[in-house]
């Protein structure tokens, strides 16, 4: 089945430790998104990537890096520069990021991320 | 950027109650879409609506582009579609802030 994967599911960090999440797609979608949202909010932006080996910081980058390598993989490394890295995380991508093309946005299950 | 609202914050509903949720968003826009997170945190995709209107079932969902906003109807409400619903707008799909809806038995 097509869809979008994240793993871990869950996951706990020591405090200075780097942690990387992965998000992998296989709906062939050009463009990929990573987002954090916090307990009772909304979602925000981190980073995305409309083609591979070329991303765009979000709203809230700084702590945060990524890589777009393949089409189909965009992991999120956060960083022990993030101050306040717990959240629950999440992944989407979309099929294009032209101003004319039908660019619907699908989520994978998302990454809870606890720092202890 | 864009900013985008939605209104009510908060909805408490009976079981078959009729509701409607309202996107505003602040300048034109050519993606929008409704979507609904279930208490697991999954994003579920409702419509991808930036014009017109479109229905699925109970759920019907109407922009009106040339007034910056979007309504999305839910019919005959039932306890499964509590939860929190985002709209979502523009190319990079700004988040609003959800309505979280509360269907009681």
């Known amino acids: 089945d097509g869809g979008i994967t994240q793993s871990p599911k869950y996951l706990f960090r020591k405090e200075g430790q780097n942690v990387t999440l992965s998000c992998e797609q296989n709906?062939?979608?050009?463009?990929m998104y990573w987002y954090r949202q916090d307990p009772g909010q909304g979602l925000r932006l981190i980073y995305y990537?409309?083609?591979?080996?070329?991303?765009q910081k979000g709203d809230i980058a700084e702590g945060y890096s990524v890589s777009r390598e393949k089409k189909e993989s965009f992991p999120l490394t956060v960083t022990s520069a993030q101050k306040n890295p717990t959240a629950f995380y999440l992944c989407a991508s979309s099929k294009a990021s032209g101003l004319a093309a039908i660019n619907e946005q699908f989520f994978g299950p998302g990454t809870r991320l606890t720092v202890l | 950027g864009i900013q985008v609202e939605q209104s009510p914050p908060d909805l408490i509903l009976q079981e078959g109650a009729n509701s409607t949720l309202r996107c505003n968003f602040s300048d034109s826009v050519n993606n929008l879409q409704w979507f609904h997170q279930n208490p697991w945190g999954q994003l579920i995709n409702l419509f991808y609506?930036?014009?017109g209107t479109k229905q699925n079932g109970r759920l019907s969902a109407t922009t009106v582009a040339t007034e910056r906003y979007s309504l999305l109807y839910i019919s005959s409400s039932q306890t499964t579609d509590s939860g929190v619903y985002f709209c979502?707008?523009?190319?990079?799909?700004?988040f609003g802030p959800g309505t979280r809806l509360s269907v009681l038995p």
């Open positions: 990537s409309q083609i591979v080996n070329d991303f």
């Open positions: 609506i930036p014009s």
């Open positions: 709906l062939n979608h050009d463009a």
């Open positions: 979502a707008a523009d190319q990079n799909f700004v």
